[in-house]
């Protein structure tokens, strides 16, 4: 994308590959807000949309500054859904089971970045547009399946009483 879409070189592909990074910090550093919300599972769901949704607009746009924008609201979204995932975690599974949990949902975080695979095969056989379109498009198609086979997820909330509950006593 960086030479062939934003007719730039090695500065334009480390502003590319920066713009994610500088949203997540952003993201992480203005994330009070987030202790708030109450339904998490909607949140997260939210937030992997507005993922997707901005790196398929980012496939369609030739500015690089407009690219740059929506690649840091992408990566913006990521300590957002993390927060969220991880608090309905830490919440629902008893003490005993936590780390084991933990490890598996670390696991599939990584396994994640097999996506890229997916990503270079589609743009094998077509091209890098197509690949991050599709990818974007599939992730929000993705989102709207699991709320759909996953009901509970998408109205799963946080009630006041938990935030207080004494967790050394589990």
Do not use: K
Not at 112 to 132: C, F, M, P, R, T
Request: aromatic share 8%; hydrophobic share 50%; charged share 10%.
């Amino acid at each position: 994308m960086a030479t062939v879409h934003f007719h730039g070189g090695a500065e334009t592909f480390g502003l590319l590959t920066a713009a994610p990074g500088v949203g997540a910090v952003l993201g992480g550093m203005l994330s009070g807000w987030l202790a708030n919300i109450r339904f998490q599972g909607r949140a997260v769901l939210i937030a992997v949309v507005i993922w997707g949704l901005a790196i398929a607009c980012f496939g369609f746009v030739s500015m690089l500054w407009i690219g740059l924008i929506l690649l840091g609201i992408a990566g913006w979204q990521t300590p957002v859904s993390q927060t969220m995932r991880t608090t309905i975690l830490q919440v629902e599974t008893p003490n005993r089971l936590r780390g084991r949990l933990s490890s598996l949902h670390s696991t599939a975080v990584q396994a994640g970045q097999l996506g890229n695979a997916e990503a270079g095969l589609v743009a094998s056989l077509s091209n890098a547009q197509v690949s991050i379109v599709s990818g974007g498009l599939g992730c929000v198609l993705g989102v709207f399946i699991i709320a759909l086979l996953i009901p509970s997820y998408a109205r799963y909330r946080l009630d006041e009483h938990v935030l207080d509950q004494d967790f050394e006593n589990e």
